[in-house]
């Protein structure tokens, strides 16, 4: 089993750039692909990047791919991501969770994945 605790969230201006972090503890956190989601009000959870447990693969929802940067330090035992020229649509809580099963390289599925911190508000204004 694996805790997560996702920080970094805040208020920042359209344009701006905040780095989320979400540190891991308990069962080796190498043994885990990583994936970042967000949830707006009134709308489902959705994908915004992923992780392969090396780091060597990542993946993107087409709205982020080149603002938003997924990486993780497995030494300590922490995924990131840098979130750059933001907008006002990227306003939404953040959740950073944990996949076990090693046939995922870094799903996009919600449903696959096993572990879920508790979330970290990003509130972009305009």
């Known amino acids: 089993q694996v805790q997560l605790v996702e920080s970094g969230g805040g208020l920042v201006q359209a344009g701006g750039s905040l780095r989320l972090s979400c540190a891991a503890s308990g069962r080796s956190f190498s043994f885990y692909a990583m994936g970042w989601f967000r949830q707006a009000p009134g709308k489902e959870r959705e994908f915004v990047a992923a992780?392969?447990?090396?780091?060597?693969?990542?993946y993107y929802v087409e709205a982020v791919k080149g603002r938003f940067t997924i990486s993780r330090d497995n030494a300590k035992n922490t995924v990131y991501l840098q979130m750059n020229s933001l907008k006002p649509e990227d306003t939404a809580v953040y959740y950073c969770?944990?996949?076990?099963?090693?046939?995922?390289?870094?799903?996009?599925?919600?449903?696959?994945?096993?572990?879920w911190g508790q979330g970290t508000q990003v509130t972009v204004s305009s």
């Open positions: 969770a944990a996949d076990s099963d090693p046939i995922h390289t870094a799903s996009r599925v919600p449903d696959e994945y096993d572990y």
């Open positions: 992780v392969s447990r090396s780091g060597g693969n990542t």
